[in-house]
């Protein structure tokens, strides 16, 4: 029965036989710390993933550039300077050339203070603009068509290097179901709620689960299951040790309310728990801004405002702690150029990409920027993509998760320096 | 087999009951619906189980009690073409318990009367029919389909007016049509104020138009991503949509195409091989789309997304079969499930595993028990922490049908399945398993290997039913609880079973 059981689960079990000796056995941790394993890096990645593919132009606009007033006459965001325009409309500055949706003031600090990076011109080659399938060729860390490996990126950087012990809690999404940017990690586990995250049973119960899941696999489908069985009772065990109920953001974080700001604080709350999570990944959806998306108030304002709002807490709880994590915000595309007469914008390409945390060569714009010029546009009038989007990233997999694990991320990918994130 | 007759009476009945709030003639109706429970029967071969078992899991919700006999004795071919036959009125069972939902009733063309109902109970009762029809109708391929046809024309009930307009979008553009003719229900669907809401045609305006129903008619609905169109492509699509919209006014919230704002100049779309002169008008569109469904991509990107659903992947042979089906006849969709169903799933050829989404899971669960439920906020909840909250997907594409969306949250399948079967859940209620038990196997060391065999569907012999018995046993051996209780033994062992990996699969 347990042959298929490799030695670090065996670990679970051993703690199992002392929990069921313990005083009280009806209690639902089923082991404790001392049954998660050693860590192999204490250095975290957290990826954020804006579903829909958001408008960089809006989230950075390039002000200066006399073309994106003219191609959004009713969405452009005005010059810093420009008095004439009212104070709310009015980008705040990056650079003397590009702003910052005054929706996203919550994190100007972080941009002062050096921790936050913007990238603009970012994307893959996918020129489909389907969401589906830019998202899966940037989930899956591909140039620009889905043909390709098919697990995801985060998958291969996390388990590159399997040796040794490996925490349950290596790779988590705060999702609705696995991402495919996870797809092939075994035993990444999707999780809602830290606190609802127990077994509605007795120990026994949980022994036989384990038992069950550690059973012969009827095949190579049901032996991922099954290894995806015993990881979540793993999980299971380690945040139970973690007494998530009593988690208090500190620093004077306070996480919107939402999906967006509830996965934040939990992973805030578990990279402070130091019990090895090395990859958490979020998803936030709503930046498919086709109609009346708005300028300084209104939908994507209000998204914006919302996103700031959590990266600002995100930071401020992490304290100290955000010395070992790098965060990256990206997206599927960017939008068209110019609004549609529903003043909302089409399916585009290039769009922008925030880097923050340790290593960041932040208070920066890193462009090589296109303009927004007729010629300079890709057909059919979209922002074009200068900057493939694994350059950033594969130097944020480095940092965080070794450059073994940044070459494995990236297979098809030869890596040419950018220095928005330091080794 | 019930005969015409009794049905009748039994609907009948059941309005009533649902009228007069009868409690003696509800639970009368409801002693029929629920199907006993029985012990598997003891088929000639078990290769016969097997298959029986897998075209049960996949072209319906997993057997309820009693189904395997059924399509055993029917033969399972047999069994396939009564649910291609679908004759249309829903089963006792489904009419005791969505009489008296509004969404249901009330759904004709008209989707402002829900206006006034409150977003609580348009989410409730939206979902409370999808899960009764599901547990309960008879006519499971079609509830099936309803499934696939509602995600592949996925609508997020959250964004806009999407929970006022998805009855009527539900009841009039998708249900009449899951086995009928797709360029029907395709053109329904695009005249749907649901799905012009959701995707933004309702403010699709000459100027620039607005691309995303185009754009995802094309790539989603119809042809596919690699279907050969071009962006261009795309943006004469839109145009020739434009004043595709929703009414206000005195007809709010119906279909209206509105001249004013629709784009006259003269369009040309090579892929669709459509010259369109100036002053076009709403045909435009319809012929556009009416060409979507007749393109050979289409009828490929259909017939590979079925095959998936049923057989775990697209053999070419299988998928090339069902596409020339759809093509020679006229975009109807039985013949292109029959190569699917009939060859290939019912010889369990070339049938590769597929994972049960949470809706599956927990319907299938809810069958295998023969549980009484109302499809209420206790399942809706669940469904909801398992990853599958109904008609709230976001985005256009509908939730992922891949297996590997779906193994990385088993923990809220566990809690349900144990809270199930421990009845714990409010408004489900689940019969004492023990009692139709053979007598032989009515002692607590004998109860866990029936219970496993009748609720997985193997034969007691098989080795993954016996395997798994033999580990709930060992884990009862070293409970606390009182194992001489037969009722805790038979509860337990149930909620572990529908744990386990075998019952997580469609096979």
Redesign the interface.
Known sequence: MAAHLSRRELLTGTALAAALAASDPRQMALASVAAVPERRQDRVLVTLFLRGGADGLSIVPPVADPEYHRLRPTLSLASPQDRSAPRAARAIPLDDYFGLNPALRSIERLYRDGLLAVLHAVGSGDRTRSHFEAMAVMERGLAGSTEGPSGGWLARAVTADDEGGVSPLRALAFTETMPDILRGASGATVIRSLTDFRLHGDLETARTLQALYGMDPAGDADLGLLQAGRGSLRVMDAIAALHPAAYRPSGGAVYPPGPLGDGLRQTACLIKGRLGLEAAFLDATGWDTHVAQGRDSGWLPARLAELGQGLDAFTRDLGAEIGRVTGVVMTEFGRRAYENSGLGTDHGRGSCMFLFGAGVAGGKVHAAWPGLAPGALEPPGDLAVTTDYRRPLYEAVRRTLGATAAAAAFPDYTHTPIGVVSA | MVSTTIRRTLIAAAALAGLAGCAALRDAVRRYAGANWAPLPVPESSEALDRARLVLNRAAYGPAPGDLARALDTGIRGWIESQLADEGSDSPAVSLRIAGLETVEGATDAPDRFASLSDAQLMDELQRAVIVRAVYSQAQLREVMADFWTNHFNIYALKADGRVLLPVFIETALRPHVLGNFREMLLATARSPAMLAY??NQ??????????YA?ELM??HTVG?HGGYS??DI?VLARALTGWTVAEGFSRGQFRFDRALHDIEAKRAPFLDLILPPDGDQTEAESAISRLAEHPATGRYLARKLCVRFLGHAPEKVLSAAANAYASSDCAIRPMLRPILLDALASRGDV??S?KRPFDFVVSALRALGADTDGGPSIQTRLA?M???LYQ?????G??DR??????????R??FA??LCSG?LDGVTVRPLEAPLADGDRTPLRAPSAIVSALLGRSPDDP?AR??AA??Q??LQ????DRSNLKDVVA?TA??TL????F??RG
């Open positions: 995707l933004d403010r699709n305006r000459r100027g620039v138009a607005n691309e995303n754009r790539e989603l991503v962006q261009s943006r590769r595993p994972l922490e990853g599958q909250p997907w976001p985005m256009p594409d939730f992922p297996t590997a969306a779906w193994t990385g949250s088993l923990l809220p566990w809690n144990l809270d714990k993954i395997s798994i580990t709930i060992e884990g070293s409970s606390r609880a337990n909620g572990l744990c386990a990996s075998a997580q699969w």
